[in-house]
């Protein structure tokens, strides 16, 4: 591991971080810097470092954001994953998600919600805070920038999950403060603009010794794909731009390298939440954990969750080294030199490769389960390929073969005999080349089912799977509901 992945210094610091820290409802804020912990002699940026930091954990830490619930909602969804696990384990969850059965009851779906609304909270909690202070000093601004941009990426996940959500940015001091009706869509993308736009204004371009932490980068990538959503694709394609040639970010050459251990921070990460696992330490949550293949003794490595479909499998080109990144096929060789075992007894002929670990990382640690890789939530590759979608939607096709190459040539690495160029500069064919160039490229990282909604393509590609237009949205949790006192009203057709 690297360096700056080891844990700081612990002091008696940390009773008084989880007394300051309780207020934002969070559970736990025991980590490395900067993802939840520090001490007085480390705060350098601000007199809200610490609570700037308690963000960052309770992405990873809060139930419903950064944990299995990331990938029910995210990908399992979608034509390219499918529940996994063995046949009666989560059978419910898996006929809800995989075909389409939404519900408004209890459970993964209320945990989204909720979990999103939550970090929110600790997001305005910290704002109002430095409002509150009076304080005009550049590190006290780039703490409120954090929270903003933190926010804007809540309300854009809540977004694409929900559509319509309310817009909640007080500090929240009784109960009532949380009871207020949706807001439209374009009042609510308003919104995560004015959040992001503050925040690229007022974060640094990187945060060398604090892998993980929110950049400008990271606002401005996020602008760049809501206005993809939106179909604004002049701005879409100029925030892209300022990302590209901010000289911040290199595609990694190795797309196998990528989804290594190696791979973490690496040139290519715009945004990562942060693993450790050392020694008697362990912050991470259940995310790769229970997607890790579900065997027994040195193959018992998870729970067997959110594996590839055989969809997913016939959909790549022909040598593509990025299918045997991202697919693990039982009864075959890993990678590493070992047979992963056959299916049967395996319950699943494929699993998710990028939530494989390193066999001698597994040794290292003494360990199965993958507790310590990073979760790329934002990374380079989009961005270019939002250039490239942007591009070609804003008559641009020559900019857009450009880009969409970037992507396909590191795909390719030496072997030239692979993966030709597209050259076509027909919109149509280029628009059809990079749906494709996005589907592989991000497999099972939860982008396809938001890609397919918005380029309106869901109910064509997932109608044989159960989707209907309602389901572009989720119904909200009947109990967010029922709470509201009949304020909040249900997604249409639920």
């Not at 941009?149 to 996940?157: K, N």
């Not at 989707?467 to 509901?481: D, F, L, S």
Request: hydrophobic content about 35%; proline content about 4%; overall charge neutral.
């Amino acid at each position: 591991m690297k360096n700056y992945k080891y844990i700081i210094k612990v002091s008696l610091f940390l009773a008084l971080m989880v007394s300051l820290f309780s207020a934002c409802n969070d559970d736990d804020f025991l980590d490395k810097k900067p993802l939840g912990i520090a001490t007085e002699g480390d705060l350098t940026a601000g007199g809200f470092e610490e609570k700037a930091f308690g963000l960052y954990g309770k992405i990873r830490n809060t139930t419903g954001i950064t944990d299995w619930t990331r990938y029910w909602f995210q990908s399992i969804r979608s034509d390219d994953a499918s529940k996994g696990s063995t046949t009666t384990d989560a059978a419910t969850m898996g006929n809800v998600m995989d075909r389409f059965q939404y519900s408004a009851a209890e459970g993964i779906p209320a945990d989204n919600w909720n979990g999103h609304f939550s970090l929110i909270y600790a997001c305005n909690d910290l704002i109002a805070d430095v409002d509150a202070s009076g304080l005009k000093d550049q590190g006290s601004i780039t703490n409120k920038a954090e929270a903003r941009a933190i926010r804007g990426f809540a309300y854009f996940e809540l977004r694409r999950d929900y559509g319509e959500v309310p817009i909640i940015d007080i500090k929240i001091v009784k109960p009532s403060d949380v009871i207020k009706s949706k807001s439209t869509i374009a009042a609510v993308d308003a919104f995560i603009v004015s959040d992001l736009m503050y925040a690229a204004e007022n974060l640094p371009l990187s945060w060398p010794a604090y892998p993980g932490r929110a950049t400008k980068g990271f606002a401005n990538s996020l602008l760049a794909k809501l206005y993809l959503y939106q179909g604004e694709w002049k701005k879409s394609l100029d925030k892209s731009e300022e990302v590209i040639t901010s000289g911040q970010y290199n595609l990694v050459n190795s797309y196998v390298t990528l989804f290594s251990e190696a791979g973490d921070n690496s040139s290519e990460a715009v945004f990562e939440v942060q693993f450790l696992r050392t020694a008697g330490v362990n912050y991470s949550n259940n995310y790769w954990e229970s997607q890790g293949v579900r065997g027994t003794s040195s193959w018992d490595l998870g729970w067997g969750f959110h594996v590839p479909t055989q969809n997913l499998v016939d959909a790549y080109e022909s040598a593509d080294p990025r299918k045997d990144a991202t697919i693990l096929f039982s009864g075959q060789n890993d990678g590493f030199g070992l047979t992963v075992p056959a299916s049967p007894p395996l319950a699943q002929p494929y699993w998710n490769k990028k939530a494989y670990t390193t066999p001698s990382i597994r040794l290292q640690y003494g360990e199965n389960k993958n507790q310590w890789k990073n979760i790329k939530v934002l990374r380079y590759a989009d961005v270019i390929l939002m250039a490239a979608e942007a591009a070609n939607e804003n008559g641009a096709a020559s900019a857009a073969v450009n880009y969409l190459e970037m992507v396909r040539s590191r795909a390719r690495g030496s072997n030239t005999g692979i993966l030709p160029k597209v050259t076509s500069l027909d919109k149509a064919t280029l628009r059809t080349a990079i749906k494709q160039e996005r589907r592989i490229e991000f497999a099972l990282e939860g982008e396809r089912f938001y890609d397919l909604v918005r380029w309106g393509d869901a109910t064509s590609v997932l109608g044989g799977l159960g989707y209907q237009v309602k389901n572009q949205y989720y119904p909200i949790p009947q109990t967010a509901i029922d709470q509201s006192g009949g304020i909040l009203k249900q997604n249409p057709n639920y």
